[in-house]
């Protein structure tokens, strides 16, 4: 298959924007559609195919866009529809394909559909929400959770009965089972299918439907995998998410959804998925090619990062996946970002960080890099009266929540508030943060930035790290290789995630190093020796 035959998503690299971030072009501490517009030049220079937008739907903005209350327009703090179409074209004409998130699980709780359903039990959208009876001594209906803290269920007095909520208490779940919901949903797509938007990034996809019965998930016994994507401290994890998420009904809308989408030329999805065992679910919802186009999980998303923890998830997601197609990040809007949170125990985090771009964007898979990871920022530092996160603040100090991986982009180092805006942001800009602006390395041959630029045009020069099957994965404890295969094309890559030089020994052939990626190694006899933070790449003919 030629780079030309391929979908344009498989094997891209997609570029998540959170909106109310990236860049303020009306000036009142919110990042807009217009600020966005505004810098997509910078975003195509990165040599990325697609960029992600966070929800920028009308929302009472409880948590942040992904509570919506009205999923066919646009909130004023973003802008207008007008803007939307106009950052699509913007998009376009630059090469750039634009997904968007669709948060189809949950609504606001101001949504004129709960607004109705909850007034009574006999009103037209009476049935397109999660409720339910309490039990005779009027506690709720079982233990489910919610995933921000506390219980899942939330009394309503009108109805005399509870609803479903598995995140914020504002955010009640729709009701998957009734089949009008379905219909007013699969529209929702169509609008933003006829705008133009290139795919969806579809929030907790395997969250829309639960347990007709009600059944009550049992405990988390010792030895059992939990939900990655949920600090330890929250005692979400301590149940098995067996009825309240995950259903086998999913399968059924997942499959109604793409039948849409086929209508359509060149559409893609990618799937969140939070279970405690998303391989196996990544692996179910994209086979077939009749559901999902990808899906990512939380296994790179989580503290683990040895060597041989990274092999093992590959290991697993190669024997699971079979014709389905993963997505991999490392970063995004709701964990600490990774050059904190892996690179902060090493001895050279920005090296750290480069050698960490180079294993992402090889894995067989699509990509999604976060706005900022192409500065190398870390994590911010957020006082505890500057939080904004609802889902911090009850678990603070132990868990600080998804701010400090949120805080504004900074342009120019020189400027007030790193030049995201003139005026005080929604979170403040962290100060380590302005020797990393976009001016400065822009400059700079040897910045995080530079590196990002002509490391991802190297890559898309080689169909076999786009596009190839994975083969020969050996690691050490010092780091991982592998080979991407794609026709008569084989592609050696290694890795040194160490600050100490490292050796292995390549598989059988005659390996001849490949130029231009940026990175330092040599190749001798029947190894390859990497410095501290490098990666390798090497070919040979014929496979």
């Given at each position: ?39 997509l ?68 709780d ?34 489910w ?17 509870y609803?479903?909520?598995?995140f914020?208490v ?69 149940q ?134 192409e ?57 380590r943060h ?95 020796i ?14």
């Amino acid at each position: 298959m030629t780079q030309q035959q391929m979908p344009w998503w498989r094997g891209a690299v997609i570029y998540q924007i959170y909106p109310r971030s990236f860049y303020d072009a009306n000036q009142d501490g919110i990042g807009d559609l217009p600020g966005i517009t505004q810098q997509l030049p910078y975003i195509a220079a990165l040599g990325v195919d697609a960029i992600w937008l966070s929800p920028f739907f009308t929302s009472p903005m409880k948590d942040f866009g992904y509570d919506v209350s009205d999923y066919c327009d646009v909130d004023p703090l973003f802008g207008s529809l007008d803007d939307f179409k106009q950052l699509v074209r913007a998009a376009h004409d630059l090469g750039l394909k634009v997904m968007i998130d669709q948060v189809l699980s949950h609504t606001s709780d101001e949504h004129a559909w709960f607004e109705e359903s909850r007034v009574s039990r006999d009103n037209p959208k009476s049935d397109w929400y999660v409720w339910a009876d309490p039990k005779p001594d009027g506690t709720p209906p079982n233990n489910w959770l919610s995933i921000f803290g506390g219980c899942a269920w939330q009394w309503e007095s009108r109805r005399q009965q509870y609803y479903l909520h598995n995140f914020l208490v504002s955010q009640p779940d729709l009701n998957f089972h009734n089949p009008e919901v379905v219909e007013h949903l699969l529209e929702v797509v169509k609008f933003w299918l006829d705008l133009g938007v290139d795919g969806f990034r579809l929030d907790t996809v395997n969250f829309y439907t639960h347990d007709r019965q009600l059944r009550d998930n049992p405990p988390l016994s010792a030895g059992d995998s939990k939900s990655l994507g949920v600090p330890g401290t929250n005692p979400y994890s301590m149940q098995k998410h067996r009825y309240d998420i995950s259903q086998p009904e999913n399968i059924g809308f997942l499959k109604r959804l793409r039948t849409l989408l086929d209508q359509y030329d060149d559409i893609t999805t990618v799937g969140e998925i939070g279970d405690d065992n998303p391989l196996a679910l990544m692996a179910e919802y994209t086979s077939g090619n009749d559901k999902l186009h990808m899906a990512y999980t939380f296994d790179l998303l989580n503290v683990h990062r040895s060597p041989a923890y990274l092999a093992s998830v590959i290991t697993n997601i190669e024997a699971a996946i079979g014709d389905g197609w993963p997505c991999w990040a490392l970063s995004n809007h709701d964990v600490v970002r990774c050059i904190s949170r892996w690179g902060d125990q090493e001895a050279d985090p920005f090296a750290y960080g480069k050698v960490l771009l180079a294993l992402l964007t090889t894995l067989r898979g699509s990509v999604c890099l976060y706005q900022g990871e192409e500065l190398g920022l870390p994590e911010a530092d957020i006082p505890f009266d500057k939080i904004q996160d609802p889902y911090g603040i009850p678990f603070w100090p132990e868990y600080k929540g998804r701010d400090g991986c949120r805080t504004p982009i900074p342009w120019e180092a020189k400027q007030d508030h790193a030049g995201f805006s003139v005026n005080e942001p929604w979170l403040p800009v962290d100060a380590r943060h302005n020797a990393l602006a976009v001016d400065q390395q822009e400059t700079d041959v040897n910045s995080m930035l530079a590196h990002y630029r002509g490391y991802l045009r190297w890559r898309k020069q080689h169909l076999a790290l786009v596009n190839g099957d994975l083969t020969n994965l050996t690691s050490n404890e010092q780091g991982l290789s592998f080979v991407r295969r794609e026709g008569d094309q084989a592609v050696l890559v290694a890795f040194n995630l160490t600050d100490s030089p490292m050796t292995m020994t390549l598989p059988a052939g005659d390996w001849h190093a490949l130029e231009g990626h940026g990175f330092t190694f040599d190749i001798r006899d029947d190894s390859v020796i990497l410095p501290p933070y490098q990666a390798a790449f090497a070919t040979k003919l014929n496979g």
